[in-house]
T-cell receptor
Framework: AQSVTQLDSQVPVFEEAPVELRCNYS??????LFWYVQYPNQGLQLLLK??????LVKSINGFEAEFNKSQTSFHLRKPSVHISDTAEYFC?????????????FGKGTLLTVNP | NAGVTQTPKFQVLKTGQSMTLQCAQD?????MYWYRQDPGMGLRLIYY???????DKGEVPNGYNVSRLNKREFSLRLESAAPSQTSVYFC????????????FGDGTRLSIL
């Protein structure tokens, strides 16, 4: 079985400050990793994904995440946040343990960017 | 591009009533999923359909049934609604491979009194 732990349920930051949202996973086999973002009253949107290759993946709006196999982590970072980044962020894993078509989600981290 | 469309967007039911939540995708995806989202719980898988003609239970299937009507449509039915089923329900779809991201609808907000 696979699982995802998001270590912070809420992260408040000031605008233009850096932010890191932490995600750890457990799986006995190779996995694919995803970050999704959910804006208020909307569905989830894919932010970025790690499938293979370079361990550092980037989104078009300045977020990046690094896959660390030894620490089983996939932390999300942004060097300078904007008010519009306020949202809930979900880390998810798939591909391990025979559950090839199913995503396992973390419980989410609410990022609040204050002026 | 419509993507994944869920209907209705909001619904209020009384305990014991039945209801079907509808989901349709226009991306020619093989796999479809139903999740529920509750505060502090993340998304939990209720049922999924890996391909047309197949359905399987997820993490929290009790009290629900599903129908994969065709490749495009995947419905979720509450036969006898209970207050514990008050939640936001999301439908998602993806190509068959596990490394493909899931695409989500905007959700159905369901309240059961």
């Amino acid at each position: 079985a696979q699982s995802v732990t998001q270590l912070d349920s809420q992260v408040p930051v000031f605008e233009e400050a850096p932010v890191e949202l932490r995600c750890n996973y457990s799986s006995s086999v190779s996995v694919y990793l995803f970050w999704y973002v959910q804006y208020p009253n909307q569905g989830l949107q894919l932010l970025l994904k790690y499938l293979s290759g370079s361990t550092l993946v980037k989104s078009i709006n300045g977020f990046e995440a690094e896959f660390n196999k030894s620490q089983t982590s996939f932390h999300l970072r942004k060097p300078s946040v904007h008010i519009s980044d306020t949202a809930e962020y979900f880390c998810a894993v798939s591909g391990g343990g025979g559950s090839n078509y199913k995503l396992t989600f973390g419980k989410g981290t609410l990022l609040t960017v204050n002026p | 591009n419509a993507g994944v469309t869920q209907t209705p967007k909001f619904q209020v039911l009384k305990t014991g009533q039945s209801m079907t939540l509808q989901c349709a995708q226009d991306m020619n995806h093989n796999s479809m999923y139903w999740y529920r989202q509750d505060p502090g719980m993340g998304l939990r898988l209720i049922y999924y359909s890996a391909s047309e003609g197949t359905t399987d239970k997820g993490e929290v299937p009790n009290g629900y049934n599903v129908s994969r009507l065709n490749k495009r449509e995947f419905s979720l039915r509450l036969e006898s609604a209970a207050p514990s089923q008050t939640s936001v329900y999301f439908c998602a779809s993806t190509l068959r491979d596990s490394n493909q991201p899931q695409h989500f609808g905007d959700g159905t907000r369901l309240s059961i009194l």
